[in-house]
T-cell receptor, first 114, second 110 residues
Framework: DSGVTQTPKHLITATGQRVTLRCSPRSGDLSVYWYQQSLDQGLQFLIQYYNGEERAKGNILERFSAQQFPDLHSELNLSSLELGDSALYFC?????????????FGSGTQLSVL | GESVGLHLPTLSVQEGDNSIINCAYSNSASDYFIWYKQESGKGPQFIIDIRSNMDKRQGQRVTVLLNKTVKHLSLQIAATQPGDSAVYFCAEWLSNIPTFGRGTSLIVHP
């Protein structure tokens, strides 16, 4: 068990809908990362937060947004969902930020857009 | 599991054999590399890391080799066990975010 908790484990929704994925980092970790894992793209970095502030942005669509709350949990919001958004979404956390930080991953949220 | 259906290179080995998983990285300026293991239904898990000032690093049953000349990493697993069956990812750090490769699926036959 990595200590990172993601909910829900599975989410089935329809095109055009909006969903929220939740992540609780390991106790004491200040940094949260979101990754998307799809069949043809592997693990793609979306966004990183550190102590409540956005630190880095990857190939995150404008329809997607995230935030990290004062208690350090994070939410990834996906709106106007399309079939191609179906993927496994991972959250990871690390103690701090910067090169060499060990990322601890949650078990992911499997999103199916029908 | 989630790895089924992923369009990944696959390595099949017999239990007890040594496995070598290869990874090419993209940026010659990358100076820190990590290998992760992802078992079915789970998130990636850290295995071993190596900095660019090293060519080789050993862990428990695993060895990572780094060839900076050709931008190539390999993960060697000694005496592969069925529990080693998973998808293995290499990741390179150039900036402050690790960039993952597409992964290799390792299948260990008893």
């Amino acid at each position: 068990d990595s200590g990172v908790t993601q909910t829900p484990k599975h989410l089935i929704t329809a095109t055009g809908q909006r969903v929220t994925l939740r992540c609780s980092p390991r106790s004491g970790d200040l940094s949260v990362y979101w990754y998307q894992q799809s069949l043809d793209q592997g693990l793609q970095f979306l966004i990183q937060y550190y102590n409540g502030e956005e630190r880095a942005k990857g190939n995150i669509l404008e329809r997607f947004s995230a935030q990290q709350f004062p208690d350090l949990h994070s939410e990834l919001n996906l709106s106007s969902l399309e079939l191609g958004d179906s993927a496994l979404y991972f959250c990871a956390s690390s103690t701090s930020t910067g090169k060499g930080e060990k990322l601890f991953f949650g078990s992911g949220t499997q999103l199916s857009v029908l | 599991g989630e790895s089924v259906g992923l369009h990944l290179p696959t390595l099949s080995v017999q239990e007890g054999d040594n496995s070598i998983i290869n990874c090419a990285y993209s940026n010659s300026a990358s100076d820190y590399f990590i290998w992760y293991k992802q078992e079915s239904g789970k998130g990636p898990q850290f295995i071993i890391d190596i900095r660019s000032n090293m060519d080789k690093r050993q862990g428990q049953r695993v060895t990572v080799l780094l060839n900076k000349t050709v931008k190539h990493l390999s993960l060697q697993i000694a005496a592969t066990q069925p529990g080693d069956s998973a998808v293995y990812f290499c990741a390179e750090w150039l900036s402050n975010i690790p960039t993952f490769g597409r992964g290799t699926s390792l299948i260990v036959h008893p």
